[in-house]
């Protein structure tokens, strides 16, 4: 079964200090990974995805995200954190057998708190 | 274009009553999601619909029903509300490609007191 991990509930970094939040996955075949972004009292938005090709990937407001096969692992990253990037960050994962390329899996979130 | 769009924003509802809540995009999108959101559980799938006229159960299904009588919406009924449906509710819609991302609607804040 599909499924997606998000070991930390809360990171928390200075502002101007790397960031990465941590995403690990399970899925049968080709996984699509994504990540998206959830101000307060906000839908989400997409901020990237890994399909094929390089394994970094660059998206929007200055994130990238690293796919690594062996480690099933797809870890966001920013070199250097804003406080305008403190909101909810969710990592989902489009793929495996059984129709699962239809549906997008979840991880349960992470709350970055980038502090001045 | 207003994207996806989510009517009401907010519900307060008493155990047993009923409610829909409508979903509509304008991007020509194929597939349609709904989701809730609880704290701590992420974002949890509770019924799709990979076309008009097909709907399909996802993670979370029992208590809601759905349809798709048009391609731009996409609507989840409440037959008989109870507290444990009290959440915010995400609709959200894509192209049919497999690696297409999912665009989503502002949400609806429901409590079922």
């Known amino acids: 079964a599909q499924s997606v991990a998000q070991p930390e509930d809360q990171v928390n970094v200075a502002e101007g200090n790397p960031l990465t939040v941590k995403c690990t996955y399970s899925?049968?075949?080709?996984?699509?990974l994504f990540w998206y972004v959830q101000y307060p009292n906000r839908g989400l938005q997409f901020l990237l995805k890994?399909?094929?090709?390089?394994?970094l990937v660059k998206g929007s407001y200055g994130f990238e995200a690293e796919f690594n096969k062996s480690q099933t692992s797809f870890h966001l990253k920013k070199p250097s954190a804003l406080v305008s990037d403190s909101a909810l960050y969710f990592c989902?994962?489009?793929?495996?057998?059984?129709?699962?390329?239809?549906?997008?899996?979840f991880g349960a979130g992470t709350r970055l708190a980038v502090h001045p | 274009n207003a994207g996806v769009t989510q009517t009401p924003k907010f519900r307060v509802l008493k155990t047993g009553q009923s409610m829909t809540l409508l979903c509509a995009q304008d991007?020509?999108?194929?597939?349609m999601y709904w989701y809730r959101q609880d704290p701590g559980m992420g974002l949890r799938l509770i019924h799709y619909?990979?076309?008009?006229?097909?709907?399909a159960k996802g993670e979370v299904p029992d208590g809601y029903n759905v349809s798709r009588l048009k391609k731009q919406n996409f609507l989840l009924g409440l037959e008989s509300a109870a507290p444990s449906q009290t959440s915010v509710y995400f609709c959200?819609?894509?192209?049919?490609?497999?690696?297409?991302?999912?665009?989503f609607g502002p949400g609806t804040r429901l409590t079922v007191l």
């Open positions: 890994y399909i094929t090709g390089d394994n």
């Open positions: 959200a819609s894509t192209r049919a490609g497999e690696a297409d991302e999912q665009f």
């Open positions: 899925v049968s075949g080709n996984p699509y």
């Open positions: 619909s990979v076309g008009e006229g097909t709907t």
């Open positions: 991007m020509n999108h194929e597939y």
């Open positions: 989902a994962v489009r793929g495996g057998l059984s129709g699962g390329y239809n549906k997008l899996i």
